[in-house]
């Protein structure tokens, strides 16, 4: 080899070891974020937001786009007073609990930028943190655990084969056994919101009703056409 061909193969490693630990650094951060995102959700509410909520809306604008809302949807009553955000913290009330039960929904609307849809997400990175094993689960959707690294500790993505756009959420065990397990769903609701949904793993049993049932809220408040 000469001199020339061993400097440029010395380049070529170095080169390919900075972009493993780039991505390693990404992939933990989905990992953690995971977790932070779903902490946040677990506080009892005394009140189940109502989808025929009558009376005045908070007019705010997020990521450019004006929305009408509710001020009982705000997770943190505080978000209420802002004219425009980055982001904004919503519950909803979906009959998509165990026999059409109530269940509680929230739902981050942010810009595209912040939140990469989990579609995507499923090839780009999900698919290379898969271990073999299958997880039996809601039918017509395939459960894999990811690999116990980067943040990826005793998390579960479940995904429909079939689908061209496929329905993606990961989830995330519980700590303890008194708390349900729970997932993240992120939509691209157009070129300028996107949705980041927290929901109990039993919520997984109606995926195919999710997005139309989430879909009544989202066209209530304009973050859909």
């Known amino acids: 080899m000469s001199p020339q061909t061993a400097k440029q193969a010395h380049i070529d490693i170095r080169t390919l070891a900075y972009n493993l630990t780039a991505i390693a650094a990404v992939l933990a951060l989905c990992g953690v974020g995971v977790a932070y995102l779903i902490d946040g959700w677990t506080a009892e509410r005394k009140s189940v937001p109502d989808l025929r909520t009558a009376g005045p809306t908070v007019e705010i604008s997020v990521a450019g786009q004006q929305l009408a809302i509710p001020p009982s949807w705000f997770h943190d009553p505080d978000q209420r007073n802002a004219v425009f955000s980055e982001q904004v913290d919503l519950v909803f009330a979906l009959p998509l609990g165990a026999s059409g039960r109530i269940s509680e929904i929230g ?5 595209p930028s912040k ?15 898969f271990l073999p094993d299958q997880i039996q689960g809601p039918p017509g959707l395939v459960g894999k ?10 998390e579960t993505v479940w995904y429909d084969p079939l689908s061209a756009n496929p329905f993606v959420a990961k989830c995330i065990a519980p700590v303890t056994q ?16 996107a949705v980041t949904y927290q929901f109990d793993r039993e919520v997984l049993d109606a995926w195919k009703q999710f997005d139309a049932e989430a879909g009544k809220w989202l066209r209530r408040i304009g973050g859909i056409s």
Request: glycine share 2%; net charge neutral; hydrophobic share 40%.
């Open 145 to 154: 655990p990811l690999k116990p690294v980067d943040g990826f500790e005793s």
């Open 107 to 111: 739902a981050s609307l942010m810009p």
């Open 178 to 193: 008194t708390v349900q397990e729970k997932c993240i769903r992120t939509v691209q609701l157009s070129s300028t919101v």
């Open 115 to 129: 939140a990469r849809a989990s579609a995507q997400l499923l090839d780009a990175v999900y698919l290379h943190q």
